[in-house]
């Protein structure tokens, strides 16, 4: 109550329960109660604005599934050394690019007998890499990984002879252990085996001297 009754023919006094300096006070304490749920429900909004706007952020980003699947792929090969293979990722296949030693460029001379398509006749390369070696550089050769017979994974048998487990006369190359296919150190087809064409090479190009890319030819096509 914010008055109190008084006797008849006294003079009326008016009894507040609470000082102006309280009253002040309570209407201070209001403002910035109101200021605080205020800032409250703003920050809640523009979080959910954020919130909103990140999923919209996120789908302008290509996705790795994307840049796979056309993007071409940059491979550093200065610490390639002889005899050594390394595998990258292209379209969502395995290319190898292998180091290839002397011994190899030379034993690829001897392989013709042995090899269903020697002179890469079919279109299983682009017309720069239609020769001998396969390749731009005769160092180099960048192959797709995967088995022209029923796209099996191929292993690298670089070992010479017996030693590789394929032939006493292996002179290096690739095995596919599901069908028995094999393939030169050049991704060459040998005779009599389920695989019916020599690997593809894929489009690539050298913006520099040890680099590799993949998915870009010499004249920038694809």
Known sequence: MLWAEFPPGLGATIDFPYSCEERMSDVSQDNSRRRFLTAVTSGVGLAGCAAAVVPFVSSMTPSARA???????E?????LEPGQMMTVEWRGKPVWIINRTDEMLADLESMGEKLADPDSAEPQQPEYAQNKYRSIKPQYLVV????????CAPTKKFEMG???GVTDDWKGGFFCPCHGSMFDLAGRVFR???APTNLVVPPYSYPDE????VGVGPEGVA
């Open 210 to 213: 040890s680099t590799v890319l």
């Open 67 to 73: 840049r796979a699947a056309g993007a071409p792929v």
């Open 162 to 164: 017996a030693a590789s």
């Open 192 to 194: 009599n085996v389920p």
């Open 75 to 79: 491979v550093d090969i200065s610490k």
């Open 144 to 151: 797709v990984g995967i088995c022209t017979h029923l796209g």
